[in-house]
C-alpha cells in the first residue's frame, strides 16, 4: 500500500458526459501527479500540482482540467468523454517538487 | 530530449531463469533512474532507483547499474519467481525536472 489512495475504482458512463476522479496523496506529500494508461498510448503524463499550484502539464487534452485543494487533496476532471478516454488514470504524489513518486491504485474509466 | 527505450516484451521465462530487461535513455545533464512494477490490476509501485553514475539500485533481488557511459540502467534478477509476473516500467527524472519520462513498460511472464 503506497498511502495515496483514489476514488472512484471503477468508473462506467456514456460519451459526452463529464465525471470527477479524485485523489488523496501520501500524508505529508505536497506534490500530485495525473497520468493516463492506455493500451494503445501506454502511461502519459497529465499535469502535476505542487502544494495547490499547477508546476508542469503534459500531454492533457483541454476537455481535462486538475486542481489541489488546500488539504492537498486533487480532483481530475473530464469533460464532453469520448470513446479514447477509457484508460486507466493514475495519481501519484511525492514530497516535493521533484524526486520519487508513489503510486496510487487508479481509477478505471470505461466510456460507453 | 528526454525519452527512455525499453525492450518490447513480453519476455517469458521459467522460474528460476536470469531476468534481464534493457533500459537506454537519453537526458539532458544526469537524471535520476528509476524502475517501476505494475502487477496485475494495481497501480506501479518504485522497485528501485539510482541517483547518480555508478550507483546500483537494489530491492526484492532485483539489480540495476546507472551506466553513464552506456546511458543503460538495465534491470536483472538471478532467478525469476512466479509471483514476479508483472509489468515493468523503467523511468527517469531529469535533475532539477519534476516530470517523470517513462518507457513503454515490459511484461514479464514467468511460468512454473
Known amino acids: 500500500d503506497s498511502g495515496v489512495t483514489q476514488t472512484p475504482k471503477h468508473l462506467i458512463t456514456a460519451t459526452g458526459q463529464r465525471v470527477t476522479l479524485r485523489c488523496s496523496p501520501r500524508s505529508g506529500d505536497l506534490s500530485v501527479y495525473w497520468y493516463q494508461q492506455s493500451l494503445d498510448q501506454g502511461l502519459q503524463f497529465l499535469i502535476q500540482y505542487y502544494n495547490g499550484e499547477e508546476r508542469a502539464k503534459g500531454n492533457i487534452l483541454e476537455r481535462f482540467s486538475a486542481q489541489q485543494f488546500p488539504d492537498l487533496h486533487s480532483e481530475l476532471n473530464l469533460s464532453s468523454l469520448e470513446l479514447g478516454d477509457s484508460a486507466l488514470y493514475f495519481c501519484?504524489?511525492?514530497?516535493?517538487?521533484?524526486?520519487?513518486?508513489?503510486f496510487g491504485p487508479g481509477t478505471r474509466l470505461t466510456v460507453t | 530530449g528526454n525519452s527512455v527505450t525499453q525492450m518490447e516484451g513480453p519476455v517469458t521465462l521459467s522460474e528460476e531463469a536470469f531476468l534481464t530487461i534493457n533500459c537506454t535513455y537519453t537526458?539532458?545533464?544526469?537524471?535520476?533512474l528509476f524502475w517501476y512494477v505494475q502487477y496485475p490490476g494495481e497501480g506501479l509501485q518504485l522497485l528501485l532507483k539510482?541517483?547518480?553514475?555508478?550507483d546500483k539500485g537494489s530491492n526484492k533481488g532485483f539489480e540495476a547499474t546507472y551506466r553513464k557511459e552506456t546511458t543503460s540502467f538495465h534491470l536483472e534478477k538471478g532467478s525469476v519467481q512466479v509471483s514476479d509476473s508483472a509489468v515493468y516500467f523503467c523511468a527517469l527524472i531529469p535533475y532539477n525536472f519534476n516530470k517523470f519520462y517513462f518507457g513503454s513498460g515490459t511484461k514479464l511472464n514467468v511460468k512454473p
Open positions: 501519484a504524489s511525492s514530497v516535493g517538487l521533484f524526486g520519487e513518486q508513489y
Open positions: 539510482a541517483t547518480k553514475a555508478d
Open positions: 537526458a539532458t545533464g544526469y537524471p535520476s
